[in-house]
């Protein structure tokens, strides 16, 4: 989870002049977005060695294509490979009216089709600004590029006539007991998630989706995470050194997806609605330095799972399996696994609280300790749900949970993730539009 960025004037939030570009009005940035090219790209080296033999490293890497179409976004479930870095973009929409907003998501969805597909950006003279960033050569890779839209409460007020169709549990993110939410870091008209292999796609992406959507939104703020490898084995672990995202449901299964996560056809919901899901954000900052006094009996039972496997308190091994479900019904007191401790209050596995506890974590870590008198690193927490009531729930038990000393959340929002774009002709969010 994270601490907070907001940008300013002609600067992107990575620091890059967007005066690089030259201005484009937003409906040529539409046209701009619809052009195509073929893929390929070409590695130029440095010097006489590297022009008589290409170095093996210089090959260009593999990159994997995530299918942009479908009646869900990509990006939300994503199995079984999750992408290793993300950008959470908030935006305020400065759109002056209905038609300019529809051309905003019509751009936001040309944008994302070629960028995720790859390709090659239109030509420009060499005395015209250029149609890209460059930062991925000549053609633009796929690099298992996915881009995740969802929208805000705030989208929803009296500016574009939409205040009837909001999605029904659809609010502005509060403060919980022990939040220090920063104005400049928390909610949003629309959230972008960009996720992918490498960091440069990611860039390259946002740099692109700015230049074309500058004259009708405007960025709030950012968070930049990555998801870090596997140590060992299983899932990954946070800056606290614990596996995360253990429990979660089977995105290959698509009864537990249709049952926790994807709002269905008929329900309490608006009918454009159906095939999105509940998305939220939480930048929660770590207090590393206070973490790392902690003996490590004491942080698993902060935690309720060993630190070295993942497994429940009652497995001892150092290669138990983290899949191993916790058991409370034995331990009504708490004596193994404290009722205070994290897993345990997100999930006490009573029948009172079974419909608040499942949700689709895909969480990154972040670092933006540079230049700054001490560390700053924490969690973008990122989960998905069918209703955002699940989520609130959950987090209203862990506002007494035993790591709140040792973490505070800074910033986020609440966002339903639109559902997908089926075909060239669709676009994000034209059931809400139309």
Not at 63 to 83: D, E, N, V
Not at 254 to 270: F, G, I, N, Y
Not at 326 to 332: G, K, R
Not at 360 to 369: K, M, N, T
Request: neutral net charge; hydrophobic residues 35%.
């Amino acid at each position: 989870m994270a601490d907070k960025t907001s940008p300013d004037g002609e600067w992107s939030a990575a620091g890059c002049p967007m005066g690089a570009f030259a201005r484009r009005t937003f409906l040529q940035g539409t046209a701009a977005g619809l052009v195509v090219g073929t893929a390929g790209e070409s590695v130029l080296g440095n010097g006489t060695a590297a022009a008589t033999t290409a170095p093996e490293a210089d090959a260009e890497p593999t990159s994997r294509t995530i299918p942009f179409h479908g009646y869900h976004q990509a990006g939300i479930s994503l199995p079984p490979h999750p992408q290793r870095v993300a950008i959470f973009v908030a935006l305020d929409v400065t759109a002056s009216g209905r038609k300019e907003l529809t051309e905003l998501f019509r751009t936001l969805t040309a944008r994302a089709r070629f960028l995720t597909a790859g390709g090659r950006p239109p030509e420009t003279s060499s005395t015209a600004a250029p149609s890209s960033s460059g930062i991925l050569g000549p053609t633009v890779v796929a690099d298992g590029l996915t881009v995740t839209v969802g929208v805000g409460a705030s989208l929803f007020d009296d500016r574009y006539g939409l205040r009837a169709r909001k999605p029904v549990q659809l609010v502005t993110m509060k403060a919980f007991e022990h939040d220090d939410l920063d104005p400049a870091l928390s909610q949003g008209d629309l959230l972008l998630q960009i996720c992918a292999d490498n960091r440069d796609t990611t860039v390259n992406a946002l740099l692109d989706i700015l230049m074309h959507t500058k004259s009708v939104a405007k960025l709030r703020w950012r968070i930049d995470g990555q998801r870090n490898p596997h140590r060992p084995v299983g899932v990954r672990r946070d800056w606290f050194g614990f596996k995360d995202g253990i429990s979660n449901p089977d995105t290959t299964s698509a009864s537990q997806m249709d049952q926790a996560v994807w709002v269905q056809p008929k329900s309490a919901e608006p009918a454009w609605t159906a095939g999105g899901t509940y998305h939220v954000v939480r930048i929660v900052h770590f207090f590393i330095e206070a973490w790392q006094k902690v003996p490590v009996a004491q942080q698993e039972r902060i935690f309720g799972r060993r630190k070295a496997s993942g497994a429940p308190l009652y497995a001892l091994g150092e290669n138990d399996n983290d899949k191993f479900d916790p058991i409370y019904t034995n331990d009504p007191q708490g004596v193994i696994t404290p009722l205070n401790c994290h897993i345990r209050l997100a999930n006490p596995q009573t029948p009172e609280t079974a419909a608040t506890s499942t949700i689709l974590r895909r969480s990154f870590d972040y670092d933006r300790s540079p230049n700054l008198p001490e560390l700053d690193m924490g969690h973008a927490f990122n989960c998905f749900q069918q209703e955002l009531h699940t989520y609130i729930a959950m987090q209203t038990r862990l506002q007494s949970e035993a790591l709140v000393p040792f973490i505070s959340p800074r910033g986020g929002g609440y966002f339903f993730a639109l559902p997908g774009v089926r075909d060239n002709k669709d676009y994000y969010a034209r059931g809400l539009l139309t």
